[in-house]
């Protein structure tokens, strides 16, 4: 855990400590943290300088960040909404959560961790309201919505989890 703490922190200290960069990510363009990443499309149209809400969006088990991001819908909702779209994306398909295919060992620890350090990441790279962030999960992206829900309740303004 030590290591991967390491790896995700990192480029989050790194932008502490010489302010806000550009962007480097965005759209199709992922943005890394350590060995994760996850993807964020701004709304339309948005000049940069207003803190907008974010949709984030936790795929299914075997999805991925990318093929969400693509689901036009999903797009346009958060387009409507005049809101951020991040798609954070799992191990390998899968969320490291306890009851899930991804992590038998039940440590849920690591997953727990990248999750903070990509709403610090997101919210430092760009105008997105920390304060006005929704979590959506379907399938098993609903299970780590929950866990959110039960771990991280107050770092976020609402869970919608979905089967």
């Known amino acids: 855990m030590v290591r991967l703490l390491r790896k995700l922190m990192l480029p989050v200290l790194g932008l502490l400590a010489f302010?806000?960069?550009?962007?480097?990510?965005?759209?199709?363009?992922?943005?890394?943290?350590?060995d994760r990443r996850y993807y964020i499309q701004m709304p339309p149209d948005h000049g940069g300088k207003t803190a907008v809400p974010a949709l984030i969006f936790l795929h299914g088990y075997q999805g991925s960040g990318l093929g969400s991001l693509r689901w036009k819908a999903l797009r346009a909702a958060a387009a409507d909404l005049g809101a951020a779209l991040i798609v954070p994306e799992g191990v390998d398909g899968s969320w490291m959560l306890d009851n899930t295919p991804g992590d038998p060992s039940g440590d849920q620890s690591d997953e727990l961790t990248y999750f903070d350090a990509m709403k610090a990441d997101a919210t430092s790279r760009f105008a997105v309201d920390p304060d006005r962030m929704v979590v959506v999960g379907a399938s098993a992206g609903g299970m780590a919505a929950w866990t959110l829900a039960c771990h991280r309740s107050a770092s976020f303004a609402g869970f919608v989890p979905m089967a």
């Not at 302010?19 to 350590?34: F, I, Q």
């Open 19 to 34: 302010g806000t960069v550009a962007h480097a990510c965005g759209g199709t363009e992922p943005c890394k943290l350590g």
